[in-house]
């Protein structure tokens, strides 16, 4: 069977003039979600920092925005200074509230609030907290140091003294009725910068 491709053109289309069939396939965008993404301006980096501050997920915000979550991610998560050499990400179930930078050797810390809701940001309404204050954070994060059951805690932990940032690695930072945890991220140490 021989098929008549001007006729079905017609039939298809109303019309089998080549220009005409070309703007009409010009129309027709397929597009499969290949390829690379678009990138992003300052405008929507505005929007992203707004849209986290109403603690919208990143795959949603990837969404509005037309691209990916890894590239939303690249924004948001910009690395620490090169003295910094960990990073607390303290998190509300899903969503990352505040970034806490940290500098063991000159006992300094730097903060991102990633909200607007003061109630679940790692030190409230304080912009630029202290040491003590970081101190005081991982302490409130943990099980009493005074605590009867203490050396059975440690022992399940595999800890062997009372050190607040490792009982934070191992439990998350998570206590009982409380939907906050940390999240922990190394950086290693830029020598010669």
């Known amino acids: ?14 019309t089998d003039d080549e220009k ?10 397929y597009n499969r979600g290949a390829g690379r993404k678009k990138k992003l301006n300052a405008d929507d980096e505005k929007k992203i920092k707004a849209m986290l501050e109403k603690n919208i997920s990143i795959n949603e915000i990837a969404q509005e925005l037309g691209t990916t979550r ?7 998560n910009t690395p620490p200074e090169s003295n ?4 607390l990400i303290y998190m509300y179930r899903q969503f990352p509230c505040t970034n806490i930078d940290v500098d063991f050797i000159s006992k300094k810390i730097k903060i991102q609030n990633r ?7 790692a030190f409230g309404v304080v912009q630029n907290p202290g040491w003590e204050q970081f101190e005081e ?17 440690l022992k399940e932990l595999g800890i062997s003294s009372y050190d607040t940032l490792q009982i934070i690695e191992k439990t998350q930072g998570r206590i009982s ?5 940390i999240k922990i991220k190394y950086y290693p140490r830029q020598v010669g910068i």
């Open 177 to 181: 009725d409380d939907d906050m945890w």
């Open 84 to 87: 910094f050499t960990l990073r």
């Open 20 to 29: 005409k069939l070309r703007a009409i396939a010009a129309k027709v965008s």
């Open 115 to 121: 909200t607007n809701d003061i109630i679940h940001r």
């Open 70 to 76: 890894q590239l939303i991610s690249r924004y948001v």
């Open 137 to 153: 954070f991982l302490r409130f994060r943990c099980f009493g140091e005074s605590r009867g059951n203490k050396k059975q805690i």
């Open 1 to 14: 069977m021989t098929i008549d491709y001007r006729q079905l053109c017609k039939e298809l289309f109303g």
